[in-house]
């Protein structure tokens, strides 16, 4: 089945732990991205990458690391979490992302961070 | 970048009610698609449609990139169509993605 693995799908931590979520797609889509969404603010992007070794930043990419070494993982780092950073992060990915082939979306990380 | 605007932001429905949400875009966008976000928080992409009309069963989208707007279309509408409706695209030449805030649709009985 085509889809975009996201884990963990839920995460409690402490401010300044180290964190990683996992992402990983079997779709062999060159575009993927991350984002997050807080409420009133839709979702908005973190980073992208639009092939191996090639990244991006978005709109909101303060806090945040990416890093693409295979095409079908893009793991979301946080350094230092801080309580803002708390909020649903979905990753997605695409075939091309100049045609829009449409994205597929992960089901979805809640992390919260105290 | 872009500013994407989404209406109404909220909407209320009968069940087998028809509506149309609107996406205006401050500049020329590319790669335009529409998404729901389910009650259980799932993305689905609907649509891609940089341009003209598609259809999908009950719904459908048309998008005037010209005057840079989409429209999407629900027509008897159901329950499990409740949800949030986002719109999204690609700025320019860029890859940078931009979402409106999206419209929260609640089909009741």
Redesign the interface.
């Known amino acids: 089945e085509a889809q975009v693995t996201q884990n963990p799908r839920y995460l409690i931590t402490v401010t300044g732990k180290k964190l990683t979520v996992t992402c990983s797609q079997n779709m062999n889509h060159e575009y993927m991205s991350w984002y997050r969404q807080d409420p009133g603010l839709g979702l908005r992007q973190i980073y992208y990458s639009m092939n191996v070794e090639v990244t991006d930043k978005g709109d909101v990419p303060e806090g945040y690391k990416v890093s693409r070494k295979e095409k079908r993982n893009f793991p979301l780092i946080l350094e230092s979490p801080s309580p803002n950073q708390t909020s649903l992060y979905f990753c997605a990915s695409s075939l091309f992302w100049r045609e829009g082939d449409g994205y597929t979306f992960g089901s979805g990380t809640r992390l919260t961070v105290v | 970048?872009i500013q994407v605007e989404q209406s109404p932001p909220d909407l209320i429905l009968q069940e087998g009610a028809n509506s149309t949400l609107r996406c205006n875009f401050s500049d020329s966008v590319?790669?335009?698609?529409w998404?729901h976000q389910n009650p259980w928080?799932?993305?689905?992409?609907l649509f891609?449609i940089?341009s003209g009309t598609k259809q999908n069963g009950r719904l459908s989208a048309t998008t005037v990139a010209t005057e840079r707007y989409s429209l999407l279309y629900i027509s008897s509408s159901q329950t499990t169509d409740s949800g949030v409706y986002?719109c999204?695209g690609?700025s320019g030449g860029y890859?940078?993605?931009?979402?409106?805030?999206?419209t929260k649709l609640q089909v009741i009985p």
């Open positions: 970048g590319n790669n335009l698609q998404f928080g799932q993305l689905i992409n891609y940089p986002f999204a690609h890859q940078k993605v931009t979402f409106g805030i999206g």
